[in-house]
């Protein structure tokens, strides 16, 4: 049996299931057509009915309403930051990549960063725009894929940033303690590393939310865990930071054999910014989500707004970051001042 949904004059789908048809709401129609799984073949509507069910279409239509505006506020937004992310988080790769002097553990850390921020800006926010234009539009199909393209890439993306900023606290606290455990080689193994494991871990979840249509399972679980692992080791590593920072302070006033504090302050710091810019986008977007789920209102559109609203701010960290080295590091500063100047010279060189 199949169930086809056809959008007519007024907005509301018309459901056919066999031969009976029946006039729904949007929402209401998602959600027959989500209990009527039993009944249906595996076909090529299996996709939407499995993966897309806690995804919900309001097929706003109405221009003046606070719900259509603020969709196409962040399809708009989200289609003009994209470019700029991936510009800015290009110019600081090219940077770290050409100058050998950065080719250390913590500047080819902040090139990984750098290339999660890239992808952010390649991969989900213009699908996340494709999304909120579907759900302008009605479109169905188009809503369903772009919604699960920009989850899966978008929480594993999120999930490498965490990953990236917990080994750079680690790296900082050994660097500062004179143990060098992490070099440029073992970095590289450990971001490729995290790299495929969130891979085949998304990979996992989403088989298991084909098969099962459970979207919360013991991988969510598992996922959560490593973050609260990952943010307690971040914390600890600064705590012994400053504890070093601190005591060799001490030092310097005593007239003892010590490092340059300053210059490791600096370091810290810019990371610590980076954090916080991190945790300022990310809380307000991951509250939402807590807050409405477990309210039982995720299926509103008060709910969808908020939730999509701090979505846009979450992206636009990753276009914050670069300008964030940009500031703090006089190395990369320099560098992108420079790769500025030859891209114009050459420019004016073709014109003349």
Request: net charge positive; charged share 15%.
């Amino acid at each position: 049996m199949r169930v086809r949904i056809n959008t007519v004059r007024n907005n509301d789908p018309k459901v056919t299931v066999g031969k009976e048809k029946l006039h729904c709401p949007a929402a209401f129609a998602l959600e027959r057509f989500g209990s009527s799984k039993q009944a249906m073949s595996y076909s090529s509507s299996r996709l939407p009915d499995s993966w897309c069910s806690f995804l919900i279409i309001f097929n706003a239509s109405e221009s003046t309403s606070l719900y259509y505006r603020v969709t196409l506020t962040n399809c708009v937004f989200s289609s003009l930051l994209a470019p700029m992310t991936v510009v800015a988080n290009g110019l600081i790769l090219s940077t770290i990549c050409k100058n050998s002097s950065l080719r250390t553990p913590s500047y080819v850390l902040l090139a990984g960063l750098a290339l999660t921020d890239f992808c952010t800006g390649l991969l989900t926010q213009p699908f996340f725009a494709v999304h909120q234009w579907a759900d302008l539009t009605g479109n169905i199909e188009m809503f369903c894929i772009s919604g699960v393209i920009t989850q899966s890439v978008g929480y594993s993306l999120s999930s490498l940033t965490v990953i990236v900023m917990t080994i750079m606290a680690v790296e900082r606290w050994l660097h500062m303690s004179r143990r060098s455990l992490l070099t440029v080689r073992r970095v590289v193994i450990l971001y490729i590393t995290s790299a495929v494991l969130l891979i085949v871990f998304n990979a996992c979840h989403m088989y298991n939310w084909y098969h099962t249509n459970e979207y919360f399972s013991a991988l969510i679980v598992i996922f959560f865990l490593g973050t609260v692992l990952c943010f307690f080791i971040t914390g600890f590593s600064y705590f012994k930071v400053f504890r070093i920072i601190r005591h060799h302070q001490s030092q310097i006033q005593t007239n003892q054999n010590a490092i340059d504090i300053d210059k490791y302050k600096k370091s810290v710091f810019t990371i610590i910014y980076i954090l916080a810019i991190f945790l300022l986008t990310y809380v307000p977007f991951v509250c939402n989500l807590a807050v409405f789920s477990i309210m039982g209102f995720i299926s509103t559109k008060l709910a969808r707004v908020s939730v999509n609203a701090c979505a846009v701010v979450v992206f636009s960290s990753s276009f914050v970051n670069p300008l964030l080295y940009y500031w703090r590091i006089k190395e990369i500063r320099d560098s992108v001042k420079r790769i500025l100047r030859n891209v114009c010279c050459k420019e004016s060189e073709n014109e003349s």
